[in-house]
């Protein structure tokens, strides 16, 4: 959560950091904030909403600086106020700090600076962090010394851009969440993530754990732990600059739904060894988990689906926040298949760490090169899906599936065939993300943009997807959607269906049969139905034709659900690409 950026070089510092928040809007957007390092001192200026709203209102025409640090806030400690958006500052006004994280001992800290005479004006954790600073300063120490002893007394995570209004060093800090820096001939960014500066370079370093880096004329890194200079290697970054633009699309929503048809045909025309190869480890484990949060993790549900019915291969799958409850069963034996498309969901981490505890074996399903699971990861396949902006997974999620999908064929050593079966899909989705299906499927938005809820059931591999279609609806347009297995309403939540409740049926060759009754049965308490599948039915009041696929259904029957929830949303006035109180990558447990 929160996105910082922050650049010192050569070039006016203002319009980098600005461009940059925008990038990084994505990853909360209470409000923002931005300080610049100018002759008469740090100037910050802040206010509460989106990047646009608040620039609108903030001016920084006579303002120019060449270091400068933004940030953008998914408010955790305090409400969303002008106090408690970042940058943050020491009560003296000589240190300016903007974080992403959770300082989980600030109280203690607080208390603390508090009685030495330090005032606090936010609810923030991050407060103490600059005030710390200062209080060693105060203490005798010069200043990079003070930043590294208060660093020490730190609990909890954080991306650090540090400012100090009597010099001009920009010091970066990272412990637990995500730091990157970009090099340009004429400077350094420092960014939580690439898009930000990928105008601008592509040359980056990942910064790791505990790195502390401090840059002014040069640039230097150096380890909290031993205090000593570390060396990072330089990589080179493959995305472009145009792949995190919205191009001729009004939202990155439907730009990143748009874009599936390429990324499945990419996937499925690349070397296969790696798939092979990971293929060949799950088949000598003892002990398979899958572990993802939210829509990655429906990927993963639907893929445990295809291992047993494919390879009958059993795995586990286990939401990261309740990996916790298998902890016990972990051993080396064990191999954990960690899927994320940031790869810097905390909770995923966290249950990572734990399962290298055990020593377990670590693969991962990864979009973010250079992420922190990737570092906690003895292995990793890259779902090479491109810069991923919109705060709900689309793309991610059905690249996470083609891969998961060719695992499961590679396993019942029927790769080849999978690789057709996936490739055959290509034309269809193309056909499914057309303007030609956009304007059918608006047609039912408009029949249901003011529902008050949505259900949505399939059976078998269809469950997923329907788990799938009730999070994109639910979290893009606010309306309360749930996503049951077809024998499951019947257990409760069909007390719910009352004269026209939309209820969207998920069908395939293989379940139409049973899937039809359940319908039938919501049918006959006033259902409105939804079908999706292969063949139409006289149960359904609308359908959408999506041909069966067999394992690589789930790829294509998800993506009408993403332009309804996408039309939903645009209907009922909610923003797409940031939906309220969410935030892209959720880097707190
Ligand atoms: O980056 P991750 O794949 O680990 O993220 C997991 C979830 O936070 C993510 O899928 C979330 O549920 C999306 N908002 C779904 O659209």
């Given at each position: 959560?929160?996105?910082?950026?922050?650049?010192?070089?050569?070039?006016?510092?203002v319009?980098?950091?600005?461009?940059?928040?925008?990038?990084?809007?994505y990853?909360g957007?209470?409000?923002?904030?931005?300080?610049?390092?100018?002759?008469?001192?740090?100037?910050?200026?802040?206010?509460?909403?989106?990047?646009?709203?608040?620039?609108?209102k903030?001016?920084?025409?006579?303002?120019?600086?060449?270091t400068?640090?933004a940030?953008?806030?998914?408010?955790?400690?305090?409400?969303?106020?002008?106090?408690?958006?970042?940058?943050?500052?020491?009560?003296?006004?000589?240190i300016?700090?903007?974080?992403?994280?959770?300082?989980?001992?600030?109280?203690?800290?607080?208390?603390?600076?508090?009685?030495?005479?330090?005032?606090?004006?936010?609810?923030?954790?991050?407060?103490?962090?600059?005030?710390?600073?200062?209080?060693?300063?105060?203490?005798?120490?010069?200043?990079?010394?003070?930043?590294?002893?208060?660093?020490?007394?730190?609990?909890?995570?954080y991306?650090?851009?540090?400012?100090?209004?009597?010099?001009?060093?920009?010091i970066?800090?990272?412990?637990?969440?995500?730091?990157?820096?970009?090099?340009?001939?004429?400077?350094?960014?420092?960014?939580?993530?690439i898009?930000?500066f990928?105008?601008?370079?592509?040359?980056?370093?990942?910064?790791?754990?505990?790195?502390?880096?401090?840059?002014?004329?040069?640039?230097?890194?150096?380890?909290?732990?031993?205090?000593?200079?570390?060396?990072?290697?330089?990589?080179?970054?493959?995305?472009?600059?145009?792949?995190?633009?919205?191009?001729?699309?009004e939202?990155?929503?439907?730009?990143?739904?748009?874009?599936?048809?390429?990324?499945?045909?990419?996937?499925?025309?690349?070397?296969?060894?790696?798939?092979?190869?990971?293929?060949?480890?799950?088949?000598?484990a003892?002990?398979?988990?899958?572990?993802?949060?939210?829509?990655?993790?429906?990927?993963?549900?639907?893929?445990?689906?295809?291992?047993?019915?494919?390879?009958?291969?059993?795995?586990n799958?286990?939401?990261?926040?309740?990996?916790?409850?298998?902890?016990?069963?972990l051993?080396?034996?064990?191999?954990?298949?960690?899927?994320?498309?940031?790869?810097?969901?905390?909770?995923?981490?966290?249950?990572?760490?734990?399962?290298?505890?055990?020593?377990?074996?670590?693969?991962?399903?990864?979009?973010?090169?250079?992420?922190?699971?990737?570092?906690?990861?003895?292995?990793?396949?890259?779902?090479?899906?491109?810069?991923?902006?919109?705060?709900?997974?689309?793309k991610?999620?059905?690249?996470?599936?083609?891969?998961?999908?060719?695992?499961?064929?590679?396993?019942?050593?029927?790769?080849?065939?999978?690789?057709?079966?996936?490739?055959e899909?290509?034309?269809?989705?193309?056909?499914?993300?057309?303007?030609?299906?956009?304007n059918?499927?608006?047609?039912?938005?408009?029949?249901?943009?003011?529902?008050?809820?949505?259900?949505?059931?399939?059976?078998?591999?269809?469950?997923?997807?329907?788990?799938?279609?009730?999070?994109?609806?639910?979290?893009?347009?606010?309306?309360?959607?749930?996503?049951?297995?077809?024998?499951?309403?019947?257990?409760?939540?069909?007390?719910?269906?009352?004269?026209?409740?939309?209820?969207?049926?998920?069908?395939?060759?293989?379940?139409?049969?049973?899937?039809?009754?359940?319908?039938?049965e919501?049918?006959?308490?006033?259902?409105?139905?939804?079908?999706?599948?292969?063949?139409?039915?006289?149960?359904?009041?609308?359908?959408?034709?999506?041909?069966?696929?067999?394992?690589?259904?789930?790829?294509?029957?998800?993506?009408?659900?993403?332009?309804?929830?996408?039309?939903?949303?645009?209907?009922?006035?909610?923003?797409?690409?940031?939906?309220?109180?969410?935030?892209?990558?959720?880097?707190?447990?």
């Open positions: 959560m929160c996105g910082i950026i922050g650049y010192i070089g050569k070039k006016n510092a319009p980098l950091v600005i461009e940059g928040i925008k990038k990084l809007e990853r957007y209470d409000s923002v904030g931005f300080a610049v390092k100018t002759e008469q001192g740090i100037i910050i200026k802040k206010g509460v909403g989106k990047v646009d709203e608040v620039l609108s903030l001016d920084f025409s006579e303002i120019s600086g060449n400068a640090v940030h953008s806030r998914w408010a955790t400690h305090g409400s969303v106020t002008q106090e408690n958006a970042h940058p943050q500052m020491s009560s003296k006004g000589d300016v700090v903007v974080h992403n994280g959770i300082i989980e001992n600030y109280q203690a800290l607080k208390q603390d600076l508090t009685n030495k005479g330090c005032t606090f004006t936010s609810e923030t954790d991050t407060e103490v962090i600059p005030n710390l600073i200062q209080n060693e300063m105060d203490s005798g120490k010069e200043y990079i010394e003070s930043v590294k002893s208060a660093l020490k007394k730190l609990e909890g995570s991306a650090l851009l540090i400012l100090n209004k009597n010099n001009n060093i920009l970066g800090a990272r412990k637990e969440s995500p730091l990157v820096v970009g090099f340009t001939e004429d400077g350094w960014f420092f960014a939580s993530d898009p930000s990928l105008e601008h370079t592509k040359k980056v370093i990942y910064l790791h754990d505990g790195d502390l880096v401090i840059a002014n004329d040069v640039f230097k890194i150096y380890n909290l732990d031993t205090g000593l200079e570390v060396k990072r290697k330089i990589a080179t970054v493959e995305w472009d600059a145009e792949q995190a633009k919205k191009g001729v699309f939202h990155f929503m439907m730009k990143e739904i748009s874009e599936q048809a390429a990324i499945i045909s990419n996937a499925v025309t690349q070397d296969m060894s790696k798939i092979k190869n990971v293929a060949e480890t799950i088949k000598k003892r002990g398979v988990y899958f572990i993802a949060c939210g829509s990655s993790y429906n990927a993963c549900l639907s893929a445990s689906y295809k291992f047993a019915k494919l390879a009958k291969v059993h795995v799958v286990a939401l990261a926040s309740e990996f916790e409850n298998y902890k016990d069963f051993t080396p034996e064990s191999l954990i298949i960690a899927v994320s498309q940031s790869g810097e969901t905390a909770d995923v981490l966290s249950a990572v760490k734990a399962a290298k505890e055990k020593k377990s074996r670590i693969i991962s399903i990864i979009n973010v090169m250079g992420s922190s699971l990737v570092r906690e990861s003895d292995e990793f396949i890259m779902q090479n899906a491109g810069p991923e902006i919109c705060v709900l997974a689309t991610s999620y059905t690249s996470q599936l083609v891969i998961l999908t060719l695992l499961a064929y590679a396993l019942a050593d029927k790769l080849d065939y999978g690789v057709s079966k996936i490739k899909t290509v034309n269809h989705i193309y056909y499914l993300t057309s303007e030609n299906t956009r059918y499927i608006k047609d039912l938005a408009e029949r249901l943009r003011y529902a008050n809820h949505i259900y949505s059931i399939g059976r078998g591999l269809q469950y997923p997807t329907a788990l799938e279609a009730a999070l994109k609806i639910k979290e893009v347009s606010y309306i309360h959607a749930e996503g049951f297995a077809g024998g499951e309403l019947k257990h409760g939540t069909i007390a719910m269906i009352e004269h026209g409740t939309p209820c969207i049926v998920f069908t395939s060759r293989e379940t139409e049969k049973q899937i039809i009754s359940n319908a039938l919501l049918k006959a308490r006033g259902a409105y139905i939804i079908g999706i599948g292969p063949n139409n039915n006289e149960v359904f009041d609308f359908f959408i034709k999506v041909r069966e696929a067999e394992e690589a259904n789930s790829i294509c029957q998800i993506i009408p659900i993403q332009i309804l929830a996408y039309q939903l949303a645009i209907l009922r006035g909610c923003d797409p690409d940031y939906p309220k109180n969410l935030a892209k990558v959720v880097t707190v447990l």
